[in-house]
Each structure stands twice: as C-alpha cells, then as structure tokens.
C-alpha cells in the first residue's frame, strides 16, 4: 500500500517537472487569424487571414507585414507562414497571410497568381484605415514562388487585374524573401513557363530606382535559386541606391527554413525582425528565442 502511495506520487512528481519543463521550453504567442475576402474572380473567393497583436486597440494604427506562400505557382496555402505571421503579431505587427489562385486548383499562371498579389496589397492599403494599418509601412514577405511574388509587386510595373482600381499602390515598402524566385530569364527559374515574357515578370530584370527596402535569407545548397543569382540581386540593388541584405545559410537547400531542424525558422525569423526593426517597422528586442527553443 504505502509502496504503491510512493509510486503514484513519483509519477505525479515527474508528469509536474515535464509540463513545467515543456512550458519553459515553449512561450509561443499562439493568435488567431481573421478571414477577410479581398478578391473574387467568377466563383474563386480569394481571402487574407488576418493576425492581430495580442492587445489590439481599434484606435491606434499599425505597421505590417503581408505573407505569399510558395509552391511554385501550383500548390502550397496561406498556412506557411502561420508561424511567422503569429509571431510579428506578438512583435505589434498586424501580420496576413494572403490566398492566391495556382495552378493545381485554378489551372492558372504565374500571371495569375501576381496579379492576385497586387491585388492583395492594394486592397490593404485602400481600406488600411479601416484594418488600422499604415498604408506607407507595408511590409511583403514570401518563399520561393511566393517570394517572387512579393519581389515582384516590389518591382514589376503592370500586370494588374483587368478593370481593377489601381488608384491604391501595389508596391510594398519593404521585402523579406526566402529562397526567392528573382530571376525568371533563360537559366532561371520557371523560365519555359514564360519564354518570351520573362522580362515582364522577373524581378531582376526590372529593379529600379527606389526599389523597396531588401532582405533575402537563402541556402548554398539551394538546388533552384543559385546563391550568384542572388548575389547579382543585391548588386543591382545596391547601384540604384536601394538597401539590400543577403544573408546565406551554409550547407542548406531550399526551403530550409520550413524544415526541421528549427533553429533555420528561428534564426530567419530573427533576421527578418532586425531587418524590419532597422526600418521602424518594429520596437523592444525580438523574442523569437523566448517563443521557440532549438
């Protein structure tokens, strides 16, 4: 009797020291998004989900960061960047995570799918009053496709929806590129989806004066963006007098920062915070090493 007394309150002791142990190890702000319809085409409802700080007071105005998933223009959903977008809105940022048409499910084009982030953007900005957002502190963030997506609003002049009111700015004010698609030309990426119409559409081959803002996070194993691909990036940032920072990641490939082990997510994550924090998009020091243990 006593024995089997001694045994449970062993157990009890050691299911207690795990649970505080797991807490100590895991602060994440876990926030909730909110679904907002910004674009509908025929039946296709397309949607931003919204993450707000904790605190969030209707009558103060925000900066934020706006999240394209990747996939190669075919697959992938808003889901991503969940992470990271809960985790800017525990930073004060409003964060969203954007739905775009792709091939898989819309039989679309990489055209499309810019079209929708434009589209996406200019929604914000034309109703930031109403989200509380400032319209002139919008970051864009993506992965892959998706980075090429948001390096493309940031550059590209055109391919807008038809018919759309382009009176609000499709440009966002700052980028955060994650294994980027930049260059779409002959040798890059996805270059026989475009042939003859990658100038349009590939980021590097319109980078202009005033040029947003530019962080990019890549791998040198990246088996589909080669690291001079990059590099060439940078330069050309840097001659039109636009900041640009390139942080390389040794011995990783693609997507490095959605895989395991996490110490890419939160050292990526930590970056992308000092780089927006550099820009006044952010305050106080990153908690991205309270939230998440390697």
Not at 38 to 61: A, C, E, G, S, W
Not at 136 to 163: E, F, P
Request: charged content about 20%; some cysteine; overall charge positive.
């Amino acid at each position: 009797m006593m024995y089997s007394s001694i045994k449970s309150c062993v157990i009890v002791f050691f299911i207690l020291i795990s649970s505080l142990h797991f807490s100590a190890q895991n602060k994440i702000v876990k926030i909730n998004s909110k679904k907002i319809e910004y674009k509908r085409i025929d039946t296709v409802r397309l949607n931003l989900h919204v993450y707000k700080p904790q605190k969030f007071n209707k009558n103060k105005i925000y900066n934020a960061i706006v999240f394209f998933h990747g996939g190669g223009w075919n697959n992938g959903n808003h889901k991503m960047f969940r992470r990271q977008a809960m985790y800017f809105a525990s930073r004060g940022l409003i964060a969203i995570c954007v739905e775009y048409r792709i091939k898989n499910i819309h039989n679309t084009t990489p055209f499309d799918a810019l079209e929708d982030a434009k589209s996406s953007i200019r929604f914000i900005r034309k109703h930031a009053k109403e989200m509380n957002i400032n319209p002139d502190m919008i970051a864009a963030a993506g992965g892959s496709a998706g980075g090429h997506l948001a390096a493309a609003c940031g550059n590209i002049i055109g391919l807008d929806t038809a018919k759309e009111d382009v009176t609000s700015s499709a440009v966002p004010n700052a980028l955060v590129l994650l294994n980027p698609v930049v260059d779409n030309g002959p040798g890059g990426f996805g270059y026989m989806r475009f042939k003859n119409r990658y100038q349009e559409i590939s980021p590097i081959h319109n980078i202009t004066k005033n040029a947003p803002p530019t962080i990019i996070l890549i791998g040198t194993k990246d088996k589909f963006i080669p690291i001079k691909t990059v590099e060439n990036y940078k330069s050309k940032m840097l001659a039109v007098g636009s900041k640009c920072e390139l942080v390389l990641y040794k011995d990783v490939g693609h997507a490095f920062f959605a895989k395991k082990p996490i110490k890419y997510f939160i050292d990526t994550t930590l970056q992308s915070d000092l780089f927006l924090k550099s820009l006044g998009y952010l305050e106080g020091s990153p908690t991205i090493k309270e939230q998440y243990k390697e």
